[in-house]
């Protein structure tokens, strides 16, 4: 199978097709180069965290992203007693690329994410079960707009990262 996947690579490129990460493309050139500015409150936490982990340690920094964060739980199923059983947690996060040194940002875009959990109401359901579940929805929600963020800026890294072949940057 893996022989088969391999001779495919050779038609791909003659078609145009480059990987997004492979050797010299722009959005390889960006790791390590992206300062993650810190976001307040738990969930900027956990999502700056996941930021790191994918657009990796800053060492040779050219760029600092900031983000806005806003995180919602709303209701979305009551029952006939109206009583909410199941929630949405809602992010939404605004961000900013700027160059090291500069004023204007070179990349700006929002994203938006959703996750749902369920808190059963019944006597065997506890509220330690419920807000458990309501962190796990937290946390998916705001690795899902860290990871929609890495991959818009890799979209759109040929157009102000410095990369080999690229130009000079921003």
Known sequence: MRAGLAGLAPLLSACGFEPMYGEGSPARAIF?????????SAEGYTL??????????????THRLEVDLEVETVGVTLTTTNVTTRFDVIGVATYRL???G?????FEDRVRAIAGFSAPESETASAFASRAAEENAIVRVTRQLADD????????????????????GP
Request: zero cysteines; proline letters at 10%.
């Open 32 to 40: 390590g180069q992206v300062a993650v500015d810190v976001i307040p």
């Open 48 to 61: 700056r965290e996941r930021l790191i982990e994918r657009l990796g340690p800053a060492e040779r920094a």
């Open 98 to 100: 700027i160059p090291i």
């Open 102 to 106: 500069g004023a204007r940002p070179v």
């Open 149 to 168: 963020i890495v991959q818009r800026l890799a979209l759109d890294a040929a157009n102000w990262a410095e990369a080999p072949g690229v130009g000079t």
